[in-house]
């Protein structure tokens, strides 16, 4: 743990400069009424990391500015042979491992190592977050969640005994979902996204108009029409959370990496969220 912990705090380690284990992260912030607010944390190491037996390794740290670790975890997990000759399935994606770190308020630095000490195979996540603090008469709306292909990922808590796993429930209407880490999609296709949001001043008011805007950009700031975007669900829960899942169909937009912005508008409230995604090529006739 200490070894793989030193990584995690040396960038320039020769070993780790061609990053031979690639993982997906996705970080979601999940308001709460509590001293410490929730980050929700995914990771996913798809399948072809995982084709051999032997041991998987995952850490996170969440780092204040002073350097202090306000939140950790550290996950050792052992593939038999029948797990790696499941990767095989041309179904089966891999592990997502679901969790949160509980920090105060403040900016930080997350750092994630995944590694497989038996082969040498190791990567890094590095991310700037900064973490507000909740307001409880204001709402929130979580990043654009892109759904995955059902059942594809197998599902691991990130912290033993931590049966709860990310900080909000990943379902809709009961059934369970996981959204993708890694966004990318091509013009033509069509996916499925879900916007979960929370307001206390329209929760339990479901005939409220409901204003569903999206821009898209690219790293210069110029936009583009995303595509189309229709409503084909409404999941509300007692709670006060609604989730809108959402047909989006990216239309010929240039391939590159871009910024898709969601705008919810509901009586006098509007709840804004983003994502990152990257834009592939068109699929050509051969390739369906």
Same mark, same amino acid.
């Given at each position: ?5 030193? *990584?995690? !705090?040396?960038?320039?380690? $020769? %070993? ?6 690639? +993982?997906?992260?996705?970080?979601? #912030? ?43 975890f550290a996950h050792f997990l ?31 630095? *997350?750092? !994630?190592?995944?590694?497989? $000490? %038996? ?6 996540? +590095?991310?700037?977050?900064?973490? #507000?603090?909740?307001?409880a008469s204001r709402g929130f ?148």
């Amino acid at each position: 743990q200490f070894e793989a912990a030193e *990584l995690l !705090f040396a960038r320039d380690q $020769p %070993q780790l400069k061609n990053e031979s284990l690639p +993982f997906g992260v996705l970080i979601l #912030p999940v308001p709460s009424d509590s001293e410490k607010q929730s980050l929700g944390i995914m990771v996913q190491v798809p399948k072809a990391a995982l084709a051999s037996a032997g041991p998987l390794e995952v850490y996170g740290y969440a780092i204040s500015t002073s350097g202090q670790v306000e939140d950790h975890f550290a996950h050792f997990l052992r593939l038999d042979a029948d797990a790696a000759i499941a990767s095989s399935s041309s179904d089966w994606l891999g592990l997502s491992f679901a969790g949160r770190f509980e920090v105060p308020p403040g900016p930080y630095t *997350l750092k !994630f190592l995944a590694q497989r $000490p %038996q082969t040498g195979e190791s990567g890094m996540r +590095f991310f700037e977050v900064s973490v #507000p603090k909740r307001e409880a008469s204001r709402g929130f709306l979580l990043p654009p969640l892109f759904l995955d292909t059902p059942h594809g990922w197998s599902t691991v808590a990130l912290k033993s005994g931590d049966l709860s796993g990310m900080p909000i429930e990943m379902q809709l209407g009961g059934v369970p979902f996981t959204p993708r880490t890694e966004i990318n999609v091509r013009p033509g296709r069509r996916e499925r996204v879900v916007l979960i949001a929370y307001d206390p001043e329209t929760a339990k008011d479901p005939a409220v108009d409901v204003d569903i805007r999206s821009t898209l950009s690219d790293d210069s700031g110029k936009q583009f029409s995303p595509g189309s975007i229709i409503v084909e669900n409404v999941v509300r829960s007692d709670d006060g959370r609604r989730s809108y899942v959402l047909g989006f169909t990216p239309q010929d937009i240039p391939p590159g990496e871009y910024t898709l912005r969601m705008h919810i508008g509901e009586k006098t409230s509007i709840l804004q969220s983003y994502c990152r995604l990257t834009v592939l090529p068109r699929e050509s006739a051969d390739n369906h």
